[in-house]
C-alpha cells in the first residue's frame, strides 16, 4: 500500500517541483541581474488568473502563453520601482504580492462573475506517459504515466538557462549586472534595461507556473491556490545557490516535502502526527535546509542594491 | 560623493525642514497620482470615481462611530506598521508580523481560558503579557537563525508564517476546542468577560458595534515609546546605526547580531498587540475565522509612513478610512471593493517612489551648494 502511494506522490511531487523550478529559475534571473524579487508570489498569482481565462477563452497552450506575458506585464512593475526609482526591493515585492491579490479577485469577477474561483475543469493539455519509466514496477510507474507534458519541459529549462546565463553575451553582462554594476558600467554595459530584462524573465517564468498550476494541476482558479509557493521557490532558490542545476535539486526536494502533506500521509512515522503537522512540513524543511546550508550560499553581490549609475 | 557618505548627521537645519516639505508634498502628489490610476479603473467599471471617492469619505466620517470604525481598523496596523518599522531601522524585514500576532493570539486565548481564575485587573494585563511573549518567542526563532546561521529573515519568517497558521488550526481543534453544544464553529470556548479589553463605545456614547477599546490609545502610546526608543535611548542608536551602515557600526563597537536579536524582539513584542483588538475587544474566542494578512499590511503602514511612527499613525488611519470605506462601496456602488486594494498598492508604490525623488533632489542641490562653498574655498583637499 505505501509502495503504490510512492508513485502517486513522487507524481505529485513532480508537479509542484514544475511550480517550483519554473518560478525560481524565473527568480534567478532577476537576482544574478541585481534584483531580488519577492514578488515571485503575486506574480504566480496573475499568471493562475490570466492563463485560467486565457485557457477557457483560447485553449491551453494560450492559456499557459497568456500566464506567461501577464507575469512579464505585471513584473514591469516591480522592474520600473526597482530599478528606475530605486523602490527597495523587498518592499515593492510586497506590494506586487499586496496588489496581485486585489488583482485576482478583480479579474475573477469580471471574469467568471465571482470574486475567489472559476467554474472547475477548465481546459487543459494532453497528458502523457514518459516512455520506459512508465513501466517501472512496485507502483513507481504512475509517477511517470499521465503527466502533464510540461514537467518535463520544466526538467529541460535547466539547459535553455544554463546556455543564455553562461555562453550568451546577454548571459555574462547580465550576470555583470547583478555583481558588479559599476564596473559593467565602466565597460559599456548598460545596467538598467539588463536588469529590466531580469525581472521580465522572472514575471513570465513565474506567470508560466502559475498558470501552470491553475490549467494543469487544479483545472481552475480558485483564490489562494499558489499557497506561498511564490516563496517557498525564493528558498529553492537560495538553497541552489543561483546555480540552474542545484535549484533544481532544491526545488526536488521542496517539491516532494509539499506533496507529503497531501500524497503520504499514510506513511509509517508520518501517520502519527497530525494533520496540521503534517502540513507544516514543507516549511519545516525549508527553514532547516536554509539554517543548515547557508552557509555555503553566495548571492549575486550586488542583489538588492539599488545603482545609481550615470543614466540614473 | 563626499555628502553620500557623511550622510545624515551632517544635514543642516534648513535642508531637513526642505525634506521633510518635500515629503509632505511628496505624499500629496502621490495620493493624487493613486487617486488618478485608481479613477482610470474605477471609470473602466463604469462607475463615477468622484461619487465612489465621496462615498469613502462619507462613510469613514460621516458619524462619531464611522470615525471610531476608522480607529478601530487603525488599532491593529499601527502596532504591525510600529513592527515592520522598529525591525526595519536595524536593516531587518519583518515579514513574519503575520506568524507572530496569530501565535501572540494563540497565546492570548490560552491565558485568557486558563487563567480565569484572576481578578480582571490581573487577568488582562496577563492576557496581553502572554500575547506579547508568544509573538516575541516567535520572532526570536528567525532573528537568532539569522545571527547564528546567516539564513535571511525574509525567507525563514514566511515560513514561520506558514506553521503559526497550521498550529492555530490544531490548536482550535484539539487541546482548545470549544466544548460548548455548536461543536461545529471551530473555535476555543468564549473567554470570561473580564478577560475581554475595556471598550471605549460605551463611555463615549457609541453602538456597541464599534469594538473601539482601550488598545487605541495603548497604540497611539506605543507610537511615542518607539519614537523614544529609536531616538532618545542607546539601543535605539545602535539600531539606527546598525541599520544605515553595518561596517561603521562594527567599527564603532556595536555588536550587530545582539542589536538585531533585540529589536527583532522588541518588534515581536508590538506585533504580539496585532491581533488583539480583535480577539479581546470584537471576538471573545479564537476561532478559524481570524483575521489575515495584518502583517502584510503592516509592511504597507511602514512605508507609507516613511518608518516614523507619526507617519505610521496617520497612514495607519489612512489605511483604516480605506478599509471603512469599502463597506460603502459594497453598499453604494456595483464595484468590486477590491478596488481599494488595488488603489493602496498603487498608493504605497507612488508614495515610496515621491519620497526617493524628493530624497534625490535634495541631495543633489545640496550637492551642489557644497560644490560653490567649496570652489569659494578650495585651500582644504
Known amino acids: 500500500m505505501p509502495l503504490i502511494d510512492l508513485g502517486a506522490a513522487i507524481a505529485l511531487g513532480l508537479r509542484y517541483f514544475t511550480i517550483l523550478y519554473l518560478t525560481a529559475l524565473g527568480g534567478l534571473f532577476s537576482e544574478r541581474s541585481g534584483i531580488v524579487n519577492i514578488g515571485l508570489e503575486g506574480l504566480m498569482i496573475v499568471g493562475t488568473i490570466m492563463g485560467a481565462w486565457g485557457t477557457i477563452e483560447y485553449g491551453p497552450v494560450a492559456g499557459l502563453l497568456i500566464g506567461a506575458l501577464s507575469g512579464l506585464v505585471f513584473s514591469m512593475v516591480h522592474a520600473l520601482a526597482t530599478v528606475t526609482f530605486h523602490v527597495d526591493h523587498i518592499v515593492s515585492g510586497v506590494v506586487i504580492n499586496l496588489v496581485a491579490v486585489g488583482l485576482a479577485r478583480f479579474l475573477s469577477a469580471l471574469f467568471f462573475g465571482q470574486a475567489t474561483q472559476s467554474d472547475p475543469g477548465i481546459p487543459h493539455l494532453n497528458s502523457i506517459d514518459i516512455p520506459l519509466l512508465d513501466k517501472l514496477p512496485l507502483g513507481l510507474g504512475a509517477a511517470f504515466s499521465n503527466m502533464s507534458p510540461v514537467v518535463p519541459i520544466a526538467f529541460l529549462m535547466a539547459i535553455p538557462t544554463i546556455y543564455v546565463l553562461n555562453r550568451t553575451r546577454f548571459g555574462l553582462r547580465l550576470r555583470s549586472a547583478g555583481e558588479n554594476p559599476e564596473a559593467a558600467e565602466t565597460l559599456g554595459v548598460r545596467v538598467a534595461p539588463l536588469r529590466y530584462a531580469g525581472v521580465g524573465i522572472s514575471g513570465a517564468f513565474a506567470g508560466f507556473a502559475g498558470a501552470f498550476l491553475a490549467i494543469e494541476i487544479n483545472q481552475l482558479f480558485r483564490e489562494g491556490q499558489t499557497q506561498g509557493l511564490g516563496f517557498i521557490a525564493l528558498a529553492a532558490l537560495i538553497l541552489g545557490n543561483w546555480a540552474p542545476i542545484k535549484v533544481m535539486i532544491g526545488s526536488l526536494l521542496f517539491g516532494i516535502a509539499q506533496a507529503i502533506p497531501l500524497r503520504l500521509s499514510d506513511a509509517p512515522v508520518i501517520s502519527l502526527l497530525p494533520e496540521e503537522f503534517i502540513r507544516m512540513i514543507p516549511y519545516v524543511v525549508t527553514i532547516i535546509a536554509i539554517a543548515g546550508f547557508v552557509g555555503r550560499v553566495n548571492p549575486p553581490a550586488a542583489a538588492g542594491r539599488a545603482y545609481e549609475g550615470s543614466a540614473a | ?381
Not at chain 2, 62 to 80: K, Y
Request: proline letters at 4%; glycine letters at 10%.
Open chain 2, 1 to 381: 560623493m563626499a555628502t553620500a557618505v557623511s550622510g545624515a548627521p551632517k544635514r543642516s537645519r534648513s535642508s531637513r525642514l526642505e525634506l521633510i516639505g518635500g515629503q509632505i508634498l511628496a505624499f500629496v502628489g502621490a495620493a493624487l497620482f493613486a487617486g488618478v490610476i485608481g479613477g482610470i479603473i474605477i471609470v473602466l467599471y463604469g462607475e463615477n470615481p468622484l461619487f465612489v471617492y465621496a462615498t469613502v469619505l462619507n462613510y469613514a466620517t460621516a458619524r462619531p462611530e464611522d470615525i471610531a470604525q476608522v480607529a478601530e481598523n487603525a488599532t491593529p496596523l499601527i502596532f504591525s506598521g510600529l513592527a515592520v518599522a522598529v525591525a526595519f531601522k536595524a536593516g531587518m524585514f519583518n515579514i513574519g508580523v503575520e506568524g507572530q500576532y496569530i501565535i501572540g493570539m494563540l497565546t492570548a486565548a490560552i491565558a485568557a481560558l486558563y487563567l480565569d481564575r484572576l481578578p480582571g485587573v490581573l487577568l488582562v494585563p496577563a492576557v496581553v503579557l502572554s500575547a506579547v511573549l508568544g509573538a516575541a518567542a516567535w520572532a526570536a526563532i528567525p532573528a537568532i537563525l539569522k545571527v547564528k546561521t546567516g539564513a535571511h529573515e525574509v525567507v525563514t519568517t514566511i515560513m514561520m508564517n506558514g506553521i503559526a497558521i497550521s498550529l492555530v488550526a490544531w490548536a482550535i481543534l484539539n487541546p482548545l476546542k470549544s466544548t460548548g453544544e455548536q461543536s461545529v464553529d471551530l473555535r476555543t470556548n468564549l473567554f470570561p468577560g473580564k478577560a475581554l479589553m475595556p471598550s471605549l463605545a460605551e463611555p463615549l456614547g457609541l453602538p456597541s458595534s464599534v469594538h473601539l477599546t482601550l488598545l487605541f490609545p495603548i497604540a497611539l502610546l506605543a507610537c511615542a515609546l518607539v519614537w523614544f526608543f529609536l531616538y532618545r535611548t542607546r539601543l535605539g542608536y545602535e539600531v539606527r546605526a546598525v541599520g544605515s551602515s553595518s561596517g561603521s557600526a562594527e567599527a564603532g563597537g556595536i555588536s550587530i547580531g545582539a542589536a538585531q536579536i533585540k529589536v527583532f524582539l522588541i518588534s515581536g513584542v508590538l506585533a504580539g498587540f496585532v491581533g488583539l483588538n480583535h480577539l479581546l475587544g470584537d471576538k471573545g474566542y479564537l476561532g478559524n475565522n481570524y483575521e489575515v494578512g495584518l502583517g502584510f499590511a503592516g509592511i504597507a503602514v511602514a512605508f507609507l509612513g516613511r518608518n516614523h511612527p507619526v507617519g505610521i499613525a496617520l497612514s495607519a488611519l489612512l489605511i483604516g478610512v480605506l478599509i471603512r470605506g469599502e463597506d460603502g462601496i459594497a453598499l453604494s456602488t456595483e464595484l468590486p471593493t477590491e478596488v481599494l486594494i488595488i488603489l493602496q498598492g498603487v498608493l504605497i508604490l507612488s508614495v515610496v517612489v515621491a519620497y526617493e525623488l524628493v530624497r534625490r533632489t535634495v541631495a543633489r542641490r545640496q550637492l551642489r551648494e557644497e560644490a560653490v562653498v567649496e570652489a569659494a574655498a578650495p585651500a582644504e583637499a
